[in-house]
Antibody, heavy 120, light 108 residues
């Protein structure tokens, strides 16, 4: 059974740093496209970042230069290092795996999410 | 960036109703359109990918159609468990993926 479990969220002051983790089971993260998607309280979904099976990473403009997506294949775990945090980064952060059918992609498995609150 | 606009933003309907949600892209995205369902406090769930392909395990009352810039999600006969928020998402410009703002489906 595929499972994604996020951790590491919490309350952090503006300008601070936090590292989120996403532990995967039932499949190998290194063979998949994996993403972080966030949702501010009461708002819609926003794609944050993706790591491809070849280790390439891409970021939304809103987090570029501040967030870093990485992967530990030995632990089958993903990480999102978040630096220079701002109030607008407050959200539930989900990790998600990507279903690929030819050139089509969609997020097929999601974790339960971890809440990051940036506030003084 | 490709902008995705859903309509309506909210919708009231009754059990057994046929419901349609619309999603419009700011430019042609071919069939690179997915639909998700999200219930309060839960992660989104994939319903439809590639505009019209039903994800495994999703009831057949859900269907998707469209291509280019205009897409629809249809629920043929609403069930109590279908009251949720629905999001469209484009993957045409992957890795720069964008979601619609959501459509909240409420009980009338």
């Amino acid at each position: 059974e595929v499972q994604l479990v996020e951790s590491g969220g919490g309350l952090i002051q503006p300008g601070g740093s936090l590292r989120l983790s996403c532990a995967a089971s039932g499949f190998t993260v290194s063979s998949n496209y994996m993403s972080w998607v966030r949702q501010a309280p009461g708002k819609g979904l926003e794609w944050v970042s993706v790591i491809y099976s070849g280790d390439s990473t891409y970021y939304a403009d809103s987090v570029k230069g501040r967030f870093t997506f990485s992967r530990d294949n030995s632990k089958n775990t993903l990480y999102l290092q978040m630096n220079s945090l701002r109030a607008e980064d407050t959200a539930v952060y989900y990790c998600a795996s990507t279903l690929r059918r030819g050139s089509y992609q969609a997020f097929d498995y999601w974790g339960q999410g971890t809440l990051v609150t940036v506030s003084s | 960036d490709i902008q995705m606009t859903q309509s309506p933003s909210s919708l009231s309907a009754s059990v057994g109703d046929r419901v349609t949600v619309t999603c419009r892209a700011s430019q042609s995205i071919s069939s690179y359109l997915n639909w998700y369902q999200q219930k309060p406090g839960k992660a989104p769930k994939l319903l439809i990918y590639a505009a019209s392909s039903l994800q495994s395990g999703v009831p057949s009352r859900f269907s998707g159609s469209g291509s280019g810039t205009d897409f629809t999600l249809t629920i043929s006969s609403l069930q109590p468990e279908d009251f949720a928020t629905y999001y469209c998402q484009q993957s045409y410009s992957a890795p720069q993926i964008t979601f619609g703002q959501g459509t909240r489906l409420e009980i009338k």
